[in-house]
C-alpha cells in the first residue's frame, strides 16, 4: 500500500472554501479503483487554515492516481487556494489498510 500524508496552508482569507473547491477531486479520487481511503482533516487547535489528507492506495492504484485527468483537475482548483506549497509524506508500506491498535484493546 501507499501511504501519503499532506498537509494545505491555505490563504486564510479563503480557508472556508477550500473543502467547496476540492469536493469533486475529493469524489473522483474516492471512485478510483485503487483508492483504499482519501480523508480531509483540520487540526484541533491552531491551524485554521490547514488542511490535512491521508490517502492510501492499491500499489497499481497510486500510478493510476497521478496519471488520471481528474489529478491535474484537483490541483489546478487548488493552486489559487494555496498559501503556499503543500508538504506530503509518501511511503509504501506493509499494509493493507487499517489494523486494530495493539495498545488499546477494547472488547
Given at each position: 500500500m501507499i501511504l501519503i500524508n499532506?498537509?494545505?496552508?491555505v490563504k486564510p482569507e479563503l480557508a472556508?472554501?477550500?473543502?467547496?473547491?476540492?469536493?469533486?477531486?475529493?469524489?473522483?479520487?474516492?471512485?478510483?479503483e485503487g483508492n483504499l481511503f482519501f480523508e480531509w482533516y483540520?487540526?484541533?487547535?491552531?491551524?485554521?487554515?490547514?488542511y490535512f489528507l491521508l490517502e492510501g492506495?492499491?500499489?497499481e492504484g497510486a500510478k493510476a492516481h497521478v496519471e488520471s485527468p481528474h489529478?491535474?483537475?484537483g490541483i489546478d482548483?487548488?493552486?489559487?487556494?494555496?498559501?503556499?506549497?503543500?508538504q506530503i509524506i509518501s511511503e509504501q508500506i506493509g499494509a493493507?489498510?487499517?489494523?486494530p491498535m495493539g495498545e488499546i484493546?477494547?472488547?
Open positions: 499532506l498537509k494545505f496552508t472556508d472554501q477550500w473543502m467547496d473547491a476540492v469536493a469533486q477531486y475529493t469524489a473522483d479520487v474516492r471512485s478510483e483540520r487540526p484541533v487547535e491552531g491551524g485554521e487554515n490547514e492506495f492499491t500499489d489529478f491535474q483537475e482548483a487548488m493552486r489559487p487556494l494555496l498559501a503556499k506549497t503543500p493493507e489498510g487499517f489494523g484493546q477494547i472488547d
